[in-house]
């Protein structure tokens, strides 16, 4: 849901290990989530999609799941490198009609690779 | 081809001033959505536009305005500016109005002083 507090929650990983950042989204109606990730001073960068007909997704050295009975997603990154030290964001769109494109998107989650 | 890009990049204001962001999409996106990121937290909603009319708008008061031009360029404009508007402005393009990927700039960041 909306994103709240200062304190991102932080997964702290070895080089080479895989990945999995969680999220809980809020609106049982929304039917499309990205997952981005954002550096230090830049702006979101689009990862993966994924839309509620689906319940995984495979990209390059990602791979989303999507469980709808418990409004989770879950981003899998296999073999993390120290370049994918970011914070990761996932966002939902709750399909308001009207066409719009509102993104709801999460806490974040700092991830910290360790060489 | 170029990405989203957003100008300026960096910006100091003082209270009550008014500021205006801008903002230009992928070529052949129609979509260009705002959002307001304060230090720590996801992004939020401001605005969306789709083939210049606003499709959506967040929880933002009516400080806050935007409208996007023919070529789908858009700008952002922030009247009677307060220390609490200090944060990332950040521009997405999408290439149709819904649930399609929205691409980021690297956003604007306003100082608030």
New interface residues.
């Given amino acids: 849901g909306?994103?709240?507090?200062?304190?991102?929650p932080t997964l702290s990983v070895q080089e080479g290990d895989n990945s999995i950042i969680n999220c809980a989204y809020s609106n049982s109606a929304s039917?499309?989530f990205?997952w981005?990730k954002q550096e230090s001073g830049?702006?979101?960068?689009?990862i993966i999609?994924i839309?509620s007909n689906m319940d995984k997704r495979q990209g390059q050295r990602v791979t989303v799941l999507l469980n709808k009975t418990v409004k989770h997603l879950s981003l899998q990154i296999a073999a993390t490198q120290p370049g994918d030290s970011a914070v990761y964001?996932c966002?939902e769109?709750p399909?308001?009609g009207?066409?719009?494109?509102?993104?709801?998107?999460?806490?974040?989650t700092l991830l910290a690779v360790q060489p | 081809d170029a990405g989203v890009t957003q100008s300026p990049t960096h910006l100091i204001k003082t209270r009550g001033q008014q500021v205006t962001l801008r903002c230009s999409p992928i070529s052949g996106h129609k979509s260009v959505s705002w959002y307001q990121q304060v230090l720590g937290q996801g992004p939020q909603f401001i605005f969306q536009y789709y083939e210049k009319e606003e499709r959506g708008r967040g929880n933002f008061p009516d400080r806050f305005s935007a409208r996007q031009f023919p070529n789908y360029s858009s700008e952002l404009n922030v009247n009677a500016l307060l220390l609490g508007d200090s944060a990332l402005y950040l521009c997405a393009s999408s290439s149709t109005g819904l649930n399609t990927e929205a691409f980021f700039g690297q956003g604007t960041r306003l100082t608030v002083v």
């Fill in positions: 909306e994103s709240v507090g200062l304190h991102l039917d499309y990205i981005y830049k702006g979101p960068q689009f999609d839309r964001f966002a769109n399909n308001y009207g066409a719009t494109n509102k993104l709801i998107f999460g806490t974040g």
